[in-house]
């Protein structure tokens, strides 16, 4: 089972930008599809973006296209958020997941890391 551990959370202005970074350990990272999810208070965590375990294919929840980018650096066992043009809305405690099927659609599945918060205020 991989471990993962997430940084690079803070607090942003609106417009701002933040990387978040997810550590991994413990497994074979490149057998892993990757993705980002968040929970705002109050509500049910949603997936926001994947990566395909050799970095190929990605894809994102449409309220965040355009603005957030997903990769990977297998060599280094890490996946990353790259946030830009950040809104309050978009405020969160965001997850690193790894799962063995490129398929984040549902579920609880696969290995989880402990949250970051991003906090987009003025």
């Known amino acids: 089972q991989v471990q993962l551990v997430e940084s690079g959370g803070g607090l942003v202005q609106p417009g701002g930008s933040l990387r978040l970074s997810c550590a991994a350990s413990?497994?074979?990272?490149?057998?892993?599809?990757m993705g980002w999810h968040r929970q705002a208070p109050g509500k049910q965590r949603e997936w926001v973006a994947a990566?395909?375990?050799?970095?190929?294919?990605?894809k994102y929840i449409d309220s965040v296209k355009g603005r957030f980018t997903i990769s990977r650096d297998n060599a280094k066992n890490t996946v990353y958020l790259q946030m830009n043009s950040l809104k309050p809305e978009d405020t969160a405690v965001y997850y690193c997941n790894a799962r063995l099927a490129y398929d984040f659609s549902n579920g609880d599945f696969g290995s989880w890391g402990q949250g970051t918060q991003v906090t987009v205020s003025s």
């Open positions: 413990g497994s074979i990272f490149s057998n892993y599809a």
């Open positions: 990566i395909s375990n050799g970095g190929i294919r990605t």
